[in-house]
Nanobody, 118 residues
Framework: VQLVESGGGLVQAGGSLRLSCAAS????????MGWYRQAPGKQRELVAT???????NYADSVKGRFTISRENAKNVFYLLMNSLKPEDTAVYFC?????????????WGQGTLVTVSS
């Protein structure tokens, strides 16, 4: 069981990207999802969370530009990033609490690089 991210890449400022995070394996449930990012030389920071009650939280720096959502049937969740800025350049990590058979716990994806050029 693991989380696999995709969708990163190089984009010009003002552009958009959609990151995906898919849970592989047989998953009973996936909850408490989130996206974090880590820019070079900086600590990992929270970008967005999607909570069990479907409420969302966003870092102030991305409010109004980023949207976190999920597709329940496919155990996938997304981060739609609009109006990207050079300061959004970072490695983006997804995380979720998974229950798979007798296993449960928080997993992290391997990270996907987003580079925004000015």
């Amino acid at each position: 069981v693991q989380l696999v991210e995709s969708g990163g890449g190089l984009v010009q400022a003002g552009g958009s990207l959609r990151l995906s995070c898919a849970a592989s394996g047989v998953i009973y449930s996936m909850n408490d999802m989130g996206w974090y990012r880590q820019a070079p030389g900086k600590q990992r920071e929270l970008v967005a969370t999607l909570n069990d009650d479907n409420s969302t939280n966003y870092a102030d720096s991305v409010k109004g530009r980023f949207t976190i959502s999920r597709e329940n049937a496919k155990n996938v969740f997304y981060l739609l990033m609009n109006s990207l800025k050079p300061e959004d350049t970072a490695v983006y990590f997804c995380t979720a609490f998974l229950i798979a058979g007798r296993l449960s716990g928080r997993l992290w994806g391997q990270g996907t690089l987003v580079t925004v050029s000015s």
